[in-house]
């Protein structure tokens, strides 16, 4: 099966801009979870989807938000970019079946750089 | 916030030698995975133990896990340069869902 699969893999934006990100979950699994990792904050996790639903919310401002497709493909949103938010941003994605804390497989991540 | 807190911070081992990296966490689980990460890139998902697990091995991985403490290992053994990585330890609670917590990591650096 094809792995997680993460677009665009670099970005560079300016404070104020607004940014999507886009990540193809494996076949089959229903639940894509987004998380941040910075040097100062680690790995953060953001929110989950699963059957396009939020299921589950990080603490995050609400200019974090994200979408998940019939598909089970999903999208994050950063809205009004600031210098804080340059980070990896991780997409993982599993079976979903509401199982506690099942195995995520990740992707490779987008690297966004704020300036 | 994060639940796990790995120790140490960074390790510096030679090829051959054991590497040990401890996590602690804070709060009841239903699982602790282990993670690998290397350089800037996506985790790849190592060994996943359950609460009513103590010890679970896998090839050169021997993870334990003492509930009572709240604190979980990760041995490596007979380590390799390619075992260079940062390694990341997971809860996982009881909630119904996927979401994991994340330590800090521990960053090892196996030289040849």
């Keep these: 099966k094809a792995g997680v699969t993460q677009t665009p893999r670099y970005l560079i934006k300016t404070r104020g801009q607004q940014v999507t990100l886009s990540c193809s979950p494996?076949?089959?699994?229903?639940?894509?979870s987004w998380y941040q990792q910075t040097p100062g904050q680690g790995l953060q996790f953001l929110f989950e989807y699963f059957s396009e639903t939020q299921r589950n919310k990080g603490n995050f401002p609400g200019r974090f938000s994200g979408r998940q497709f019939s598909n089970s493909r999903s999208e994050m949103n950063v809205?009004?970019?600031e210098l804080g938010d340059s980070a990896l941003y991780l997409?993982?994605?599993s079976l979903g079946g509401g199982h506690n804390g099942e195995t995520q497989y990740f992707g490779p991540g987008t690297r966004l750089l704020v300036l | 916030s994060q639940q796990g807190e790995e120790d140490p911070q960074a390790l510096s081992i030679q090829e051959g030698e054991n590497a040990t990296m401890n996590c602690s966490y804070k709060t009841s689980i239903n699982n602790l995975q282990w993670y690998r990460q290397n350089s800037?890139?996506?985790?790849?998902h190592l060994i996943l133990i359950r609460?009513?697990?103590?010890?679970?091995?896998?090839?050169?991985l021997r993870v334990t896990l003492d509930t009572s403490k709240k604190s979980s290992s990760l041995l490596i053994t007979a380590s390799r340069a390619a075992d260079t990585a940062s390694y990341f330890c997971a809860t996982a609670s009881n909630s119904g869902y996927s979401t994991l917590t994340f330590g800090k990591g521990t960053m090892l650096l196996v030289s040849p």
């Design chain 1, 79 to 81: 809205s009004t970019l």
């Design chain 1, 91 to 93: 997409c993982a994605s």
């Design chain 2, 40 to 44: 800037g890139r996506g985790l790849v």
């Design chain 1, 26 to 32: 494996i076949s089959g699994h229903r639940s894509v």
């Design chain 2, 51 to 60: 609460s009513n697990e103590r010890e679970k091995h896998s090839g050169r």
